[in-house]
């Protein structure tokens, strides 16, 4: 036993320290344009020569072909906008609420809805093109013109109509695999507007530089989102709310089936050079923490939406002002904000699921509420180091309940509308089916994002004294962990110091002594 | 042994002594201004290189340091360290008093003898507690990312870098006094030089 443990060890030395001497063997994969391959031009199926009037028609010529895709579509979260966690109802179908737009309302309100893959809302068909065509169209408003200038009959409304119908059959015989461009018409203007939300996620990255996304990048890897969110049957993998975006840790090298959603996925979990001590941090330090040092590095980002300035009237009406990065700062319908550029992140334990409250949660209103947390602690082994976008926020509450409120916001019974925040709340809760007392407040909240997109390349990856450091360390938070460089004993190096300056002074002593006894001698 | 003899001299160092003795002096230098540097009390190779250089060196230092062991058993020169405390308090008492009054060293080295008893008992130590328990914690806090595999939770991270930082603060107070003992031989070169050439020339 005892032989055993010695050879191991002696073993691990050796084999280490033989290490050293080897050259870096593992060359990263070049990461070429990838041409996907299609077997079939849609431009020549019959059925999508015809002529359109409706979205719902449109699919229905999709389904012609494609018979499954609407069945297996409805099952997810891009359909249902539901994600259910034991009791809880998660998602803008359910019980979810943000510190930005705040609610959805159950998609009452018509404003959210934009997004929402179906042609109209849950009502009807799904929207194919919305993922799936090449050609961008306002649908709604290309369909009712349509519709309208048929309707006139006159030559010159025809020729209109024509060429709307032209436009129409492109965007249906253009059909792919989802660009960035089509997953980002949503993703990129998550809470309302460009890069509001995710601070790694905006219209930059349609057409990003390598700098920007090292794998994105169109002078880097050119990956689509698909690339690595590379889905089965409709399902697109990630992480929804609680739910992690992986099952296990395990690489494509020890298993070609397993989707390609993380960075070990594709660089394993010992990505950096044979040796090199970077491999000795993958266990705590999740890849994103050293290399997306900042995020929202071309357009700005929101972090911080004060509700309960809202209101404010100019001249008795609504105004809105503009502050840095030429962006709004104050609306009377929204309240104050603030943007930021080249944002710093904040670092927590992450095991890749979230908490995140509903409009059922009890809060405590005295703290400043976490809408959104990370789940993760120091001796989960599954937890990393990982780095978030915190976007404070200050929203309603139910004073009496103790439950966070959401507000109607759009429509014309909506707080954007009437600025009422009594009925907008009344109305909002109503779709909600959650009571409201009747009287709010507002309170401090927090939402947390995953900062996961916006890798740069190696190269700029963080230093190691961005964290291993005495002073302003990016982890100075973590303070149950062990690190050197940035932990030390003020005691032990204090005495450490007087025994080192100490044996000088004795020797000066000594040796001074020793000089003058000489000479006298 | 044949005691060699020559102008007064000892011939008390013999090739590959003089050359570890030298070479530890190299790696241990490196060692303390890497680690130090490591331990964040300043910058000076930056970080990274920092910890390449250290851990290369200490490892390097390990294997050397078991050929030194193979040497000492083999070669019997371990009974240098054998701890004495015959004649232990008149060197104490030369390096307190004596030493300043022109007295000679109460310990005549030899070929067999080659440390008085205080070095025996400093370097005994030196050699068998402070840098074993420095390279035990290294290879620990080295390979910190094996020990959930072997089972070890004989010590914290925390617990080996405090152990590892304490005693190279021992070690660095050890060779600031070792280095000045040094020039206490017949003149202040000529232990020094009896490192280098092996030979050394004692007090008449």
Same mark, same amino acid.
């Given at each position: ?82 994600a259910e966690e034991g009791e809880k109802q998660l998602?803008?179908?359910g ?146 709310y609680s739910q ?111 908490s995140?409250?509903t409009?059922k949660d ?160 | 042994?044949? =005691? ?143 020990? =959930? ?56």
């Amino acid at each position: 036993m005892k032989n055993k443990t010695f050879i191991m060890l002696f073993s691990t030395v050796l084999g280490a320290w033989l290490s050293v001497w080897q050259s870096d063997l593992c060359h990263a994969a070049q990461m070429g344009n990838e041409k996907r391959q299609t077997t079939t031009d849609h431009s020549k199926h019959k059925v999508l020569q015809q002529e359109f009037s409706t979205g719902d028609d449109i699919t229905k010529a999709c389904l012609s072909c494609h018979t499954e895709t609407d069945s297996q579509f409805h099952k997810t979260i891009h359909w249902t906008w539901i994600a259910e966690e034991g009791e809880k109802q998660l998602g803008k179908g359910g019980d979810s609420l943000n510190n930005y737009c705040i609610s959805s309302n159950k998609m009452n309100d018509k404003g959210c809805s934009k997004c929402h893959t179906g042609w109209n809302a849950k009502e009807g068909e799904v929207n194919c093109l919305l993922c799936h065509s090449q050609k961008e169209v306002n649908w709604d408003e290309t369909f009712e013109d349509f519709r309208f200038f048929k309707e006139e009959g006159d030559d010159e409304s025809k020729a209109l109509a024509a060429e709307l119908q032209g436009n129409i059959h492109k965007a249906v015989t253009d059909i792919g695999l989802p660009t960035r461009k089509n997953c980002g018409s949503c993703h990129f203007f998550g809470g309302g507007g460009d890069g509001v939300k995710h601070g790694d996620l905006d219209s930059s990255l349609t057409h990003p530089d390598k700098m920007l996304d090292v794998h994105m990048g169109t002078n880097g890897g050119n990956f689509t989102c698909f690339r690595c969110h590379s889905g089965k049957l409709h399902n697109i993998p990630g992480r929804i709310y609680s739910q992690k975006a992986y099952e296990d840790r395990r690489s494509l090298v020890e298993d070609d089936t397993i989707s390609k959603i993380t960075c070990e996925s594709c660089h394993t979990a010992t990505p950096h050079k044979e040796n090199a001590k970077m491999n000795d941090h993958t266990d705590k330090v999740a890849c994103q923490a050293c290399h997306i040092p900042d995020f929202a590095r071309v357009n700005p980002t929101k972090m911080s939406w004060d509700w309960s300035k809202s209101g404010r009237l100019k001249d008795g009406k609504p105004y809105k002002t503009k502050g840095p990065y030429d962006k709004e700062n104050y609306l009377s319908i929204k309240g104050e904000m603030k943007w930021e550029k080249n944002v710093k992140p904040e670092y927590f334990w992450f095991n890749g699921s979230m908490s995140s409250l509903t409009t059922k949660d009890v809060i405590d209103p005295s703290t400043t509420v976490a809408v959104s947390q990370p789940n993760g602690n120091i001796n989960d082994p599954d937890s990393r180091i990982f780095p978030f976008k915190i976007h404070h926020g200050v929203q309603p509450y139910d004073l009496e309940y103790k439950t966070l409120l959401a507000p109607l916001l759009s429509g014309k019974d909506g707080y954007w509308t009437t600025l009422d925040w009594q009925n907008a709340l009344q109305k909002g809760m109503d779709f909600s089916g959650v009571p409201f007392s009747g009287k709010f407040d507002f309170v401090k909240s927090t939402f947390a994002y995953p900062t996961t997109h916006m890798v740069m390349p190696k190269a700029n990856a963080l230093a190691c004294t961005e964290c291993h450091v005495r002073t302003n360390s990016r982890l100075a938070s973590f303070g149950e962990l062990y690190m050197p460089g940035r932990d030390y004993y003020k005691e032990i190096d204090f005495g450490g110091w007087i025994l080192v300056f100490g044996a000088f002074a004795g020797i000066l002593l000594h040796g001074t002594l020793r000089f003058f006894s000489g000479k006298r001698k | 042994m044949e =005691q060699k003899t020559h102008m007064n001299g000892l011939y008390l160092y013999s090739r590959y002594e003089r050359f570890w003795h030298w070479f530890q002096m190299l790696l241990i230098s490196i060692l303390i201004v890497t680690g130090l540097e490591i331990h964040g009390s300043y910058s000076l190779l930056g970080f990274e290189k920092a910890v390449h250089v250290h851990n290369f060196t200490g490892i390097t230092w390990l294997v050397s340091f078991f050929i030194f062991i193979f040497w000492l058993f083999t070669t019997g020169e371990w009974k240098q360290y054998i701890p004495t405390t015959k004649k232990i308090m008149a060197v104490v008492k030369y390096y307190l008093v004596d030493i300043f009054r022109g007295k000679p060293n109460p310990v005549k080295k030899s070929i067999d003898a080659k440390h008085n008893p205080l070095q025996r008992i400093s370097y005994l130590s030196v050699i068998s507690l402070l840098l074993p328990i420095q390279m035990f914690t290294g290879i620990l806090y080295y390979t910190y990312n094996e020990w =959930q595999i072997w089972g070890q939770n004989f010590l914290t991270l925390r617990q080996t870098a405090l152990l590892h930082v304490i005693v190279s603060f021992l070690i660095l107070s050890f060779i600031i006094i070792h280095v000045y003992m040094t020039t206490t031989g017949h003149t202040p070169l000529s232990y020094i030089k009896g490192m280098i050439t092996g030979w050394e020339k004692e007090k008449l």
